[in-house]
């Protein structure tokens, strides 16, 4: 569900190319630690430091060109799974999708571990969930597999052309 505060409570409030959805990210020290997802009428805010402002210019740069690798240094917090998990998806390129069960072969796992292991992630976008889809139909997305954080996983494959249906 999508978070609505009009005062800033993200250490940065960013657009995003979709309409009613911008990013609140919170950091620890210089490490990306936090993404959600927020609606439209939270104002936007910028980052203080240089470091948060350079990782806040590589996530707009993905609006504009969804090809461009993220290099923002992450603060991944989870167990040693989750963390195997969250570094695979960061090696699935853009454009690209993989099934659960196909990521969790390629762990030696199960399906049903990854499908975790995407849904407590919290840095969608940068540690990409989104390519992570069922064996027919799109799987789930924070959480949910229904309503509108379902749009958000749609809009980002199309943004990154490995998603055809409108």
């Known amino acids: 569900m999508l978070a609505s505060h009009t005062q800033c409570n993200f250490a940065a409030v960013i657009e995003t190319p979709w309409s009613g959805i911008k990013l609140g990210l919170d ?3 210089k490490l ?7 609606s439209a009428d939270v104002n936007t805010c910028q980052p203080l430091s240089a470091s948060q402002q350079q990782i806040t210019a590589q996530l707009s740069h993905y609006f504009s060109d969804p090809f461009s690798r993220f290099e923002i240094p992450l603060d991944l917090k989870g167990t040693a799974f989750q963390v195997r998990v969250w570094n695979a998806l960061c090696r699935i390129p853009a454009g690209e ?4 069960g196909e990521l969790a072969d390629h762990l ?10 995407c849904r407590v992630n919290k840095i969608p976008v ?12 799109l799987g789930g997305f924070m959480g949910q597999r229904h309503g509108h954080e379902l749009s958000i996983k749609r809009c980002l494959l199309q943004h990154e052309q490995a998603l055809d249906e409108a």
Do not use: E, Q
Not at 32 to 38: A, G, K, N, S, Y
Not at 110 to 115: D, I, L, M, N, T
Not at 126 to 137: D, F, I, L, N, Y
């Open 27 to 29: 950091f620890s020290d």
């Open 32 to 38: 990306l630690c936090r993404i959600d997802f927020l």
């Open 126 to 137: 940068v540690v990409p969930c989104h390519r992570v889809v069922a064996k027919s139909g």
């Open 108 to 117: 030696g796992s199960s399906a049903r571990a990854v499908g975790n292991a």
């Open 97 to 100: 999708t993989l099934s659960y």
